[in-house]
C-alpha cells in the first residue's frame, strides 16, 4: 500500500525557516518524480514545487522561487521541502503527491502538514 | 501561472448529472492532454478521480468522465449520489514543466 506521510509543520514567526518532511513507503521511491502542493485555510490547491527521481530536474511556483528548495533522498525513501523567509501568505497545509510523469498527475497525496506563520 | 478558471459552486439533485468547466489558455489546457481531475472532502486529501483528459483510475466509479475542448476541459458526474458532495479541482501540466490548479468548485447535492 502507498503511503506518503508528512512531518515538520508548525507556528513559525515571519522570516523563520521550517524543513518539511515526507516519508514514502509502499512504492519504488527512486522511480517516481515528487511534489509538493500547499492549500491555505479555506483555499484552493497550489501547486510549489516537483523533484524528478534522480533530483535532476527541479520546478518552483514563482510564489516560492529563491525561498523554498525541495529534494530528496532516495535512500531514506525521504523527500524534503526546506521554506525559508516565511511570510504569512505561505500559512498552509503541505501536501507531498506522487506524480504519475506518464500523465503527469498526482495519483497518491499524503495527509498534509499544518504550516503557520504568524508572529 | 495564473490559476485555471472553475465555476465556485454548482449543485444537483440526486441522479442528476452535473459538469464542472475548467479553462486555461494553450500554455496549458489547451497544449496537453494532461488533465487531471481531483476530489477533495473536507479536512482529506485530494482524490485523483480523472486522468489525462478522460481515463479514470482503478476504483473511480464510471459515473465520473472528463473531456476537453480546446483551451476547457470539463469533469461530467451522472447519476449525482450523496457521497459526491466535495470540492472539485482540475490541474494542468504547463509548457513551463509546471503545474497549475483551478480555483476548486463545490458541489453541493441537493
Known amino acids: 500500500e502507498v503511503q506518503l506521510v508528512e512531518s515538520g509543520g508548525g507556528l513559525v514567526k515571519p522570516g523563520g525557516s521550517l524543513r518539511l518532511s515526507c516519508a514514502a513507503s509502499?512504492?519504488?521511491?527512486?522511480?517516481?518524480?515528487m511534489n509538493w502542493v500547499r492549500q491555505a485555510p479555506g483555499k484552493g490547491l497550489e501547486w510549489v514545487s516537483s523533484?524528478?527521481?534522480?533530483?535532476?530536474?527541479?520546478y518552483y511556483a514563482d510564489s516560492v522561487k529563491g525561498r523554498f528548495t525541495i529534494s530528496r533522498d532516495n535512500a531514506k525513501n525521504s523527500l524534503y521541502l526546506q521554506m525559508n523567509s516565511l511570510r504569512a501568505e505561505d500559512t498552509a497545509v503541505y501536501y507531498c503527491?506522487?506524480?504519475?510523469?506518464?500523465?503527469?498527475?498526482?495519483?497518491?497525496w499524503g495527509q498534509g502538514t499544518l504550516v503557520t506563520v504568524s508572529s | 501561472q495564473s490559476a485555471l478558471t472553475q465555476p465556485a459552486s454548482v449543485s444537483g439533485s440526486p441522479g442528476q448529472s452535473i459538469t464542472i468547466s475548467c479553462t486555461g489558455t494553450?500554455?496549458?489546457?489547451?497544449?496537453?492532454?494532461?488533465v487531471s481531475w481531483y476530489q477533495q472532502h473536507p479536512g482529506k486529501a485530494p482524490k485523483l478521480m480523472i486522468y489525462?483528459?478522460?481515463n479514470r483510475p482503478s476504483g473511480v466509479s464510471n459515473r465520473f468522465s472528463g473531456s476537453k475542448s480546446g483551451n476547457t476541459a470539463s469533469l461530467t458526474i451522472s447519476g449525482l449520489q450523496a457521497e459526491d458532495e466535495a470540492d472539485y479541482y482540475c490541474?494542468?501540466?504547463?509548457?513551463?514543466?509546471?503545474?497549475?490548479f483551478g480555483g476548486g468548485t463545490k458541489l453541493t447535492v441537493l
Open positions: 503527491a506522487r506524480a504519475n510523469w506518464e500523465s503527469r498527475s498526482f495519483d497518491y
Open positions: 509502499g512504492f519504488t521511491f527512486s522511480s517516481y518524480s
Open positions: 523533484i524528478s527521481s534522480s533530483s535532476s530536474y527541479i
Open positions: 494553450s500554455s496549458d489546457v489547451g497544449g496537453y492532454n494532461y
Open positions: 489525462e483528459v478522460s
Open positions: 490541474s494542468s501540466y504547463t509548457s513551463s514543466s509546471t503545474w497549475v
